[in-house]
């Protein structure tokens, strides 16, 4: 589980996200590579989440930006603004807070937040969950988790 690592060449970890990644720019997913999975591991999801929601000084509660689900295991990443034809064969999308599907940048309507891309390694291929919330993916993934890693970036308006 320690070994697990992902980066993005469009920031460090604990730095802030650019402004094309947001809603005040292009509204594109960074590029993310990952590295160190489990031999185990069958599939991969990403949450990318913001606990700071709607105010860093008084957070309410957790806004999901980004769901997806059985990434394949032998993936290294995803490319800069990659959208649902350009996902890995077999990636699933999930809902995000918007209630749509795909990538929503940072747009924090005050304070500085912190937005958590968290990968974890699966020891199964879920089934077709129907675009699931957060939640719902959270619950499949229960007792299958065999492996996880994160990136968190900043992001101020």
């Given at each position: ?102 990538y929503g940048g940072p747009c924090p309507p005050i304070g500085c937040h912190r937005y958590f891309h968290k990968l974890y390694a699966l020891d199964i291929i879920l089934p077709d969950l129907k ?27």
């Open positions: 589980m320690k070994n697990m690592k992902m980066i993005s060449a469009a920031f460090e970890a604990g730095s802030h996200i650019p402004k094309a990644h947001t809603c005040d720019g292009s509204n594109i997913s960074p590029q993310l590579s990952w590295s160190g999975l489990p031999v185990q591991t069958k599939s991969l999801v990403l949450i990318v989440d913001d606990p700071d929601a709607p105010d860093p000084a008084a957070p309410q509660r957790t806004w999901v930006h980004w769901v997806l689900y059985n990434i394949p295991a032998q993936s290294l990443g995803l490319d800069e603004g990659v959208v649902l034809h350009n996902l890995p064969s077999g990636t699933r999308q999930g809902t995000n807070d918007w209630q749509r599907t795909g675009n699931p919330g957060k939640a719902q993916l959270e619950k499949a993934m229960q007792g299958h988790i065999i492996g996880q890693a994160e990136l968190i970036g900043l992001y101020q308006r």
